[in-house]
């Protein structure tokens, strides 16, 4: 097995909160990365932003995914101290996790019908950055 | 180090929303592959069932659990847009996350005394998939 | 790649709930497993406490966050049926989860500028273990 050198994403976010679609990214560097067999780990630097594998089908699913958890976690609660103004972002990136990890396997990553993998902002509009490690042979 | 071909594992759901204990499964491919150092992976190909880690003594803490869920995150919201009326199944499977890894040490998974594995159901009954994917030597 | 016999980390927590920073140990572990590009995981062998990747600036961010969760999920609801009490611990766990994985490039792991790696208790105060798992070359 080899440990392929991480590559990084940037990602753009036009939004305060926001799902982006990067399955093809995650795909494309496992393509080049040659690995036929093993998994991949996206994590995401930021504690304002998660990653998370979604329903790739319908958009509602994202829009009603990120308004019931604005609804839970409102941006503001009169008990919150950090005087930053997105106690909330942390929250819900908490909650989503900031790593994914697909398997790979006969060079593709195995990801159900209609799962896609998505970075969401909580804190945006920012640019923000994504690591892709793949490991495998 | 090797990495072994994911196993395929179905999971039968009865109820809308429920929890089985998967462990020995896991354990069983563990077994089957021969690894004795390493770890394995865990992923649901689903997005609105998850995977967890969680009690396995009293089966209260489940009732618990998955009941505390409902109250938060209810079925019906007026401002759901998805038709298919499962949105709430959605953000429930992003909370509990749907992979999960745990380390091989001497031939076995390490788990807590009280840690199980749970296939999470939010929107079933219904015929599930779940990838066990182990890498070690 | 190798992977490398794990450790047992003792973590002793003060109050109920409270987030520690063990990033340091993390650190400690890579560097003395001679890692230089591959992957930890941190597992908590616990069903009522978490490891998750949060801020680790401001400590007002560490209060929010666990005050927002006290407030979404209090100790006490009418219908809970576990004995114990500490139902709401089970399910912010589950929320949080008790693993993350990190990638290790170059020696030392890939955080973002603000991102420390934090032990959730959420049934203290506890003497608890977390392994800490790396693989790589």
Do not use: C
Request: aromatic residues 6%; proline residues 3%; without cysteine.
């Amino acid at each position: 097995m080899r440990s392929i050198s991480p590559t990084i994403e940037t990602v753009e976010t036009a939004r305060r909160t926001q799902m982006i679609d990067v399955t093809d990214r995650v795909e494309r560097a496992i393509e080049q990365s040659g690995v036929r067999d093993g998994f991949v780990i996206v994590f995401v630097e930021h504690t304002t932003a998660a990653v998370t594998i979604q329903e790739n089908a319908d958009p509602d699913v994202q829009h009603d995914l990120l308004m019931k958890l604005e609804m839970l976690v409102p941006q503001l609660e009169t008990y919150y101290q950090h005087d930053e103004g997105n106690s909330e972002a942390h929250l819900k990136t908490a909650t989503l996790g900031n790593s994914i990890t697909a398997i790979i396997d006969n060079g593709r990553m195995i990801l159900g019908r209609w799962q896609g993998i998505y970075f969401v902002e909580f804190d945006g509009p920012r640019e923000r950055r994504m690591v892709i490690k793949i490991v495998g042979e």
